[in-house]
């Protein structure tokens, strides 16, 4: 395209848009086309409105499941972003000329789906099976920095003017269009993208624009393929996906290449202080901001750097980059430089500050009422509405709420806004919007508080677009999620979730829709540990209830049904091996725990089931002794009966893997109880004096087992214990149980892996 002024750029580049704004200064183009998607064009507007702060993205998503998305960011020293501005500040048109999102997303729904092999492999294209290395991986092995990302650092965002970073840009991306060895599917995905982007060219040209009018704003490694001019070339018919877009705020860490993104650079933070030196025409402004950035970061955590480290610091930083054969320090230069001045030689000590330093915490805003979904509108109201606004940061923060009225407030909206928080974060999760994790609170017996973890990440805002399909507000997307949850499950304790979840987000319309569900369910026949599950799930559901001014009238039958029944069917279920027997020792915990907190329950039944299980024979042992320890736990069981209990289970005529079985479930519950109660000790010593040697080793890998995360605190208690019944000193006894073993004790004990059980 004879007289075009082609400008290569690299997307992420501080010299690239500074002196792209002097070319476009001299050259006073009538039109300035950038490589931007083509119906990306209607967001300008938004993206030059002064409450719009960089880093921004443009985020394109289809219409329809499964949703597929792609994402164009933008940072202040973008080149595209520095095009756009200076278009509209100079009243130059500016044309967007890459590939519409529609067509690009349909080429990515192909891509995946034949990679799922959805698609017949006559249809799958052809791929390069004997690949060259990559040509960056080959630019890093010759440059003598040992990175490319160096290399065009030192080579291209130290230039000095723009003709000879676009000289550089332009010869780098030509060698590097040559060197490349792609597969078919990037040969082809770029052949359409470059016959669509001169179509776009040629019709500003055809429109009547001279060519020397127009400046072209591409990555390096297309103004090669987009000189050629050929009026005799036709468009493809393109494939579509319709779609929609929305501007989004983005964030430093999200463009740096830790985050996976790949058209972006390793510090952003850092990138940005190079644009501010050119801006300033300070050219060692980079690296005197990050020497003093390092150490004001070592400070601020408690280190020392001195004034002095920092203008060593500098100084080395600019032998290494004359050593290099450069001028400017690189990056690579001046944290060479704060590892050896600042850090002492240790990386380590420095890292924090480092990471800090160079990626940054940076987050864009975009103006209110931009959001293209009403979802996000919602978002950011809810946002502004409960204060969470200063929670949208790239830093994760604590939150504390307190559910309960706020008697002193002057409103009511106050008074409950940490429950109406609540309710929102609740949504949030819900829709899997991981903008707060809810973590466990210090104070157990607390319904009232709560404690999460708030960070804001770009997954959020994507996350929220593509749940605009269920709903236009969080609460309708958080209520059509959970009716879809219920509707696709048969799995009661998965309704039961869907129940805790409705009321935790304070929506009851949604409550009563999952509680139907699940009474319908109830009438079924259930598993004992789903029953447990299910249980455990209803009581939260109580218990915040008032708290939560919620109704919980029609769950309480349901727990009650519950309840019974899985006290009919516990002595069945722990019929079961050794290996199923920690599900249903988790699942009558959770009952336990059930029933001690709800008074609707009958204690009565709860304490003849355990009984029963606690006195059966034919049942698994571990449950047995779990079902002792519960009843020993709640006072029903008296020492007698416990040296009753424990004479007969641990007896010379029982099995050894039986007997020990049963005192490793007896030890799963309240165990300082246990290390009070000498008799019980007593017993195992006994039992285990009558053992032969093979039953001995069979019961010692069940003991092995049972002791195995005993506490320190737990096993001086028992030693002391042992003492007393062996007439030894209680401390000696413990210091010989926990002293390291010699070579052929723990050669025995390793043996017992290979033991044989007979199974």
Known sequence: MNGVNFFGIRHLSPAGAFFLTQYLNEKQPALVIVEAPSDFEDTVPDIMRCETRPPFAVLAYTGSVPVRTILYPFAEYSPEYQAIRWSRENGVPVRFMDLPTETFLALADERIKKANGLFDETDAPETVTDRKPDVYELLSEQSEDGSHETFWERTLEHCADFSAYREGANLFGANIRALSEKDRVDEEETALREIYMRSVIRNAVRGGIAPEKIVVVTGAYHVEGLKTWDNDEELPTLPKLPSLHTLMPYSYYRLSTRSGYGAGNKAPAYYELIWKGLCQNDRFYAANAYLSKIAEKMRENGFSASSAQVIEALRL???????????????????????????????????????DTEIGTAIGEIPEGVSRTSIQDDFYRLLKSLKLEKYRSVTSQDLKLDLRENLRASSEKSAF?????????????????????????KQDNATWAEMWQVQWTTECEIVLVESALKGDTVELAAAYQIKETVEN??????????????????????????????????????????????????????????????DVTAV?????????????????????????????????????????????LETEKWIKALSEVSSRDDLNTKLSGLCTAILLERNVMTNDELKTEVSRRLSKGVPADLGAGWFEGLTMKNRPALTARLSLWESLDDYLKDLDGEEFKRALVFLRRAFADFSSAEKDAIAENLGEIWGLNGEEVSEVLNAPLDAASQQALNELSDFDFDF
């Open 489 to 550: 499950t048969g799995d009661i304790s998965v309704i039961a979730q869907a129940v805790e979840d409705a009321f935790c987000c304070g929506m009851s319309k949604a409550a009563s829709y999952a509680v139907s569900a699940l009474q319908a369910a109830a009438a079924d026949n259930i598993p004992f540990e789903d029953i447990a599950k299910t249980m455990f799930r209803l009581s939260n559901v109580i218990s915040y209830g008032d708290i939560r001014k919620a």
């Open 317 to 355: 930083a600019k032998s290494l980059a004359q050593l290099h054969g450069g001028e400017i320090p690189t990056l690579r230069d001046i944290r060479d430089a704060a590892t050896t001045c600042i850090g002492e030689g240790s990386f380590a000590a420095i890292s924090t500050a480092v990471a």
């Open 417 to 441: 806004l940490d429950l109406n928080r609540s309710y929102f974060l609740h949504k949030l999760r819900v829709l899997g919007v991981k903008f707060a994790y809810l973590a466990p609170s």
């Open 556 to 600: 309480k039958p349901i727990l009650t049904q519950l309840f019974y029944r899985a006290c009919l069917i516990m002595g069945n279920s722990c019929v079961c091996n050794d290996d199923a027997s920690q599900e249903i020792a988790n699942a009558v915990n959770m009952i336990n725990s059930v029933e001690l907190a709800q008074n609707c």
